[in-house]
């Protein structure tokens, strides 16, 4: 079964910029969609952006611009470099994977696995 972890998440300033790491073990990433969602204190989970195994992308209207996903499949890691953070940005923030995402990915809450999260907090 496919296991994800985050990593990258942290505190940053208004402004600034993270890398978030979306590792999987037991099984080869490059077979699946991955996305990214994220999930504020008191509100519901919301898709972020997301890549397809053929490398087509997608991104909320609320990151283009400033976010970027891409995957290493030879690290078995995608990642999402995040700029110009806001401070509605802050939100746990999580991977996930489906194996159906192959020319196109969506953000739905119907991915198959789902990593724990880590925490983005944007502050001053």
């Known amino acids: 079964q496919l296991q994800l972890v985050e990593s990258g998440g942290g505190l940053v300033q208004p402004g600034g910029s993270l890398r978030l790491s979306c590792a999987a073990s037991?099984?080869?990433?490059?077979?699946?969609?991955v996305g990214w969602f994220r999930q504020a204190p008191g509100k519901e989970r919301e898709g972020v952006s997301c890549?397809?195994?053929?490398?087509?992308?997608y991104y909320a209207d609320f990151v283009k611009g400033r976010f970027t996903i891409s995957r290493d499949n030879a690290k078995n890691t995608v990642y999402l470099q995040m700029n110009v953070l806001k401070p509605e940005g802050t939100a746990v923030y999580y991977c996930?994977?489906?194996?159906?995402?192959?020319?196109?990915?969506?953000?739905?809450?119907?991915?198959?696995?789902w990593g724990q999260g880590t925490q983005v907090t944007v502050s001053s």
């Open positions: 996930a994977a489906d194996a159906r995402l192959i020319s196109v990915c969506v953000l739905s809450n119907t991915y198959s696995y």
């Open positions: 037991r099984m080869t990433l490059a077979y699946y969609g």
């Open positions: 890549i397809s195994r053929d490398v087509s992308t």
